[in-house]
């Protein structure tokens, strides 16, 4: 008798429970969260992804960079000043007529000591240089930057790209088990309707109590397959939020995406668009020409620095030195001999041309690859599609008829649930099937590096 009143107790307490989740499942009907396309998404995602904005940063950082090193091509302006202390005092002697005679008189008529100077002294120098055989360094040093901007660019591109493509994959995930979430629904007022019938046949005797109770267990697993993939529906949507770069609790419901695709482009035609578009190998062209501009950098160290200079000097606090001495001129340095250090180095930059000639050639048979690959992994997704559509559709109408049949005693109970379980898996398949061929077009979409 225990035992039946706790069985009792326990269908009132999951009839309430399933009364409250369809009352709460009516209130969000009547309040549904905003509609997110994935369009919408992925605009959101360009514009706010945290780590994407990071990347972005550091073009702007390269632009600075272009015109710090472009400074460098104008008058250079420097001062240095010197104040010291003397430890000793140094001072000049000038001997008697060392400056020859006047009337007969020695000039100087005795010896003179004249002192340099009297505590603190020093000197101040202003200069200003203007060079000019290092333009040529600097135009090649400058272009090496603005090739480090582009290569950044394309960096921000490439992550732009991965961006989309974790947005497309995490919006594809979300809508599947919202889709899930909707059939398991369906799939439960099946089996309500199934233990309605199998407890009218109960008090015929007509099936066994057994029976009727193999339904309430299917129904109880029906039912906990509701809580999971809410779960996870809920952890998805946290997880796109923050791809979004938005708060996790935003509440969105993804817009349906149309499962059918009209065939992709040629092959021959995919690869071309890849190799014309993919970020990769427009960062191994721009590696060639950078490891170019090094050699070229390499060979103008042979080339003599040549610069002109303005110069003004000034002792500090001196007797007899002359206190203010403007000069200009040319200013040349070069190194004559030097052990063949710059010729190894251009010897380096040479062989690092070749290692970037080889790396584009292996981008481009990697991109290739990578879009074949792709390519007949969504033509299999596609296949695979139409194969569990076709699965899915006709087990809905077996199970249309058995349970036709079942209400009029022409079928076992037995017979409703293995169908009711093959409409389950069936459904089960097409949604993974209909992920997968998602995450295929959107991995092909990838690899033609379009967003």
Known sequence: MRAKCGRIAS?????????????GFAQLATNQPPELSLDQAI?????????????????????????ETKTKRLPQFSTELLAVGDIT???FTYQKGVFGTYNNTPVPSKNINISLSNGVTGYAIAKAAQPISQLYQIHLAVREQELSADLA???YKENQQSVVADVKQAYYATLQ??????????????????????????????????????????LAQAEYQIVTLGDTLNTQKEYLNNLLGRDLDTPFRPHPVSPVSLEEMDLKIARQTALQQRPEVKEAEINLSRATYDRKLAKAQFIPGVGAEMRYFTPINTAILPQNILSGGIDMTWEPFDWGRRRDDVKQKTIG????????????SQVVLDVD??????????????????????????????????????????????QESAVANADQNYEDSLLSFWNAKAAFEKALGEQ
């Not at 041309?353 to 481009?364: D, F, M, N, P, W």
């Open 353 to 364: 041309i070749q290692q970037s000639q080889y790396q584009l050639a292996e981008t481009r």
């Open 43 to 67: 605009q959101i995602a360009l514009a706010n992804n945290r780590p994407l904005q990071t990347t972005k940063l550091n073009i702007a950082k390269s632009q600075w960079q272009i015109a």
């Open 11 to 23: 269908r009132i307490l999951a009839g309430t429970a399933l009364l409250f989740g369809l009352k």
């Open 373 to 418: 690959n792709t390519f007949r992994k969504l033509n299999e997704s596609r296949a695979l599609l139409a194969v569990a559509e076709a699965g899915r559709d006709a087990a809905d109408e077996k199970l249309r008829e058995v349970n036709n049949q079942f209400k009029h005693s022409a079928v076992l109970l037995r017979d409703v649930l293995q």
């Open 153 to 155: 660019g394309q960096k």
């Open 89 to 91: 005092s140094p001072s």
């Open 177 to 218: 088990t919202e889709s899930a979430l909707d059939a398991a629904k369906v799939l439960v007022k099946q089996y309500h309707e199934t233990d309605r019938v199998a407890l009218q046949y109960v008090s015929q005797e007509s099936i066994l109590k057994s029976e009727s109770l193999d339904v309430k267990a299917k």
